[in-house]
């Protein structure tokens, strides 16, 4: 493979630091971009004297030009339900303005394009396990709306930039993933249990458990999304694990892993929250030999040091 100058935006956030990683252990040079609304510099704080990667702070939403690339991959959203419930108008203007600038960037350069959206396109999914072609249930003035349009309406910019101006688009709907660097208060279900754990405190489940995801290891999706950027596809594409887990049985995979014996105390369950989450990879092992590695209880135990360094990190915090 030939070495590339590639944009990534979001590059300060989870998934878009494990993929500038990613990127500059396979030779390229990164540009990463993000206005570290959501992003953390920690998360790219070993990259401090990588002569290959530099790091430019920039809102997307206004349009911005880093020179000749030769591929975008755009990370740049809030993703968990805290963030895009605090952020709510930016969320919105990231998934459309945003959209169309970094589309801009990839049509100027002739550069291929990969955005990351999300398995939050099917809503809470009438079909079991979810299919590429499914259109989804999603509730378009609810309060996960802003989150769950702004991605529609990413993937209708995504592919008319490819039907119109022929840009090598690609788009992978993400399913629920962790690993280190997941935010310790993002809200999300692995990083709310691991830390509860950790502290000592009743993990708390929203509704009666039985709800199910599927959790797949950052290492896992990361790779997934760079097989896809170099494919020929340009029509959605799901990248997660198959592994069907509900809440309750994660909640006591992750008691097991921290080996605390802690009680489980149950929360109403907020509005239009999916009752199922579950890929099919049926296209993406076709498509790009691709299927997930690492099991729930291996990847929990790959993020528990990180998880206790957060505890460290901030002793006195509330719980989450």
């Known amino acids: 493979m030939k070495q590339e100058i590639v944009l990534v935006t979001g590059a ?6 494990h993929l500038t990683d990613k990127l500059l252990a396979a030779g390229h040079s990164v540009i990463g971009v993000d206005n570290l609304a959501t992003g953390n510099l920690a998360n ?5 004297h990588e002569p290959n990667f530099r790091l430019v702070e920039q809102d997307i ?4 030009d880093v020179g000749h690339v030769d591929s975008v991959f755009n990370f740049a959203s809030p993703a968990s339900p805290d963030d895009y419930h605090r952020l709510g108008i930016e969320t919105l203007l990231v998934g459309s303005a945003g959209t169309i600038n970094t589309l801009e960037i990839a049509r100027k350069y002739n550069a291929g394009y990969l955005h990351a959206s999300t398995s939050e396109c099917y809503g809470d999914p009438e079909v079991h396990p979810q299919v590429e072609t499914y259109w989804g249930n999603v509730n378009p003035v609810g309060p996960r709306s802003v989150y769950d349009e702004a991605k529609r309406f990413s993937e209708a910019a995504v592919t008319a930039y490819h039907r ?3 840009v090598n688009t690609h788009l992978v709907r993400i399913f629920n993933t962790y690993g280190p660097r997941l935010q310790a208060n993002d809200g999300r279900v692995i990083s709310n249990f691991m830390i ?7 993990l708390t489940i ?3 458990g039985s709800q199910t995801r599927s959790f797949c290891f950052v290492s896992d999706l990361i790779e997934g999304i760079v097989r896809l950027s170099r494919s020929a596809e340009h029509t959605p594409v799901n990248i997660g694990n198959p592994v ?3 809440i309750k049985e994660c909640a006591l995979e992750i008691l097991a892993v921290t080996g605390a014996d802690l009680p489980i105390v149950h929360r109403p369950l907020p509005q239009d929250d999916p009752t199922r989450r579950r890929p099919d990879i049926t296209k993406a092992k076709a498509l790009l030999g691709w299927e997930p590695k690492v099991s729930l209880n291996e990847g929990l135990k ?3 040091d990180y998880f206790k360094a957060c505890i460290d990190a901030a002793p006195v915090a509330a719980s989450v």
């Open 12 to 17: 300060a956030g989870f998934l878009g630091s």
């Open 206 to 208: 929203y509704g009666d």
């Open 244 to 246: 069907e887990w509900t």
């Open 302 to 304: 790959l993020s528990l």
């Open 164 to 166: 119109y101006h022929n």
């Open 61 to 64: 939403c206004v349009p911005f």
């Open 44 to 48: 790219l704080a070993h990259l401090k």
């Open 196 to 202: 509860q754990a950790l502290r000592g405190n009743p």
